[in-house]
């Protein structure tokens, strides 16, 4: 994907453009805690979430990152008391449906991944519009992990796989890391380069199990909403300090 002159601009000085993570992928957590520590209830931390997404989204467009994953609910979110689920449901559908215009304006691609037949229908029409929409837009790649979980994602691969050898379409010997990878999700998404957690927790809980294999972890204990462009720029600068192997060895 090619950078757009604006990116080049932008970059602070002191990050490589050519070190940059082709995709970023963020487990946003710490809403609710921001929330309480201000006396709010839980639900303005998400809202307040969203508004340093939409941020961050167009930070890596202005720097130069083609591709940015959320992980917005998992499948073991539906635990949450009801009302918060509830919450969350009616908030992904009103931005989308606020944020769409812009969206296209701005030439973003938008993506859904997850088991989405499980989310309420008038949420699922939202996601397939915003999909449907920007399907053709060629600028940064914007992938939302909703109702989403690593090994449920994994699971249904193997389903879908073993039910074509059933039906005589493949043979199981034809199945390779390749054939694997156009079962999930993600088919034809990066790997994430780098995976960012925010409020401390040295977790992956669930999120991209398959892609994340060689992916560089950065946690911050700085929670979601607070997370801002300087926040990101010190992750950049501490992945670009990595030495990424892939299980080599450098000599
Ligand atoms: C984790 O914080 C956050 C979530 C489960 C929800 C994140 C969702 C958003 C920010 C909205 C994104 C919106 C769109 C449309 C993509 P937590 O509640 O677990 O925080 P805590 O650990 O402090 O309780």
Redesign the pocket.
């Known amino acids: 994907m090619s950078l757009e002159p604006i990116a080049l601009q932008q970059l602070p000085k002191d990050l490589d453009l050519q070190r940059l993570p082709q995709h970023v992928a963020v487990i ?7 929330a309480k520590n201000r006396g709010r209830p ?1 639900i303005m ?2 809202q307040k ?2 508004d ?2 939409k941020n961050l989204l167009y930070c890596c467009r202005d720097w130069g990152v083609p591709a940015l994953t ?1 992980y ?3 499948t073991e ?1 539906w635990g949450r008391p009801s009302e918060e689920v509830e919450f ?1 449901m009616t ?2 559908e009103r ?2 449906r606020r944020e769409l215009e812009e969206m296209m304006a701005e030439n973003v691609r938008i993506r859904f991944v997850g088991n989405l037949e499980k989310l309420p229908q008038s949420l699922q029409s939202e996601i397939a519009k915003a999909m449907q929409d920007t399907e053709a837009n060629s600028g940064i790649q914007f992938t ?1 992990a909703t109702n989403y979980g690593g090994r449920e994602e994994i699971v249904q691969a193997c389903r879908a796989i073993a039910s074509k050898v059933e039906q005589g379409y493949i043979q199981a010997t034809d199945i390779d890391e390749d054939l694997f990878e156009q079962h999930l999700y993600t088919k034809g998404l990066h790997h994430p380069d780098l995976l960012i957690r925010t ?1 401390g927790e040295m977790r992956i809980s669930n999120f991209l199990l398959w892609q994340m294999a060689y992916a560089e972890i950065y946690v911050t204990d700085t ?2 909403p607070d997370f801002d462009r300087s926040e990101f720029h010190r992750a950049l600068l501490a992945y670009q300090k990595r030495d990424r192997r892939f299980g080599r060895v450098n000599i």
């Not at 946003?28 to 921001?34: K, S, Y």
């Open positions: 946003m957590d710490g809403n609710g805690r921001w839980r931390g998400h979430g969203v340093i997404l959320a917005a609910f998992s979110n969350l908030l992904f931005v989308l939302v409020s929670l979601w």
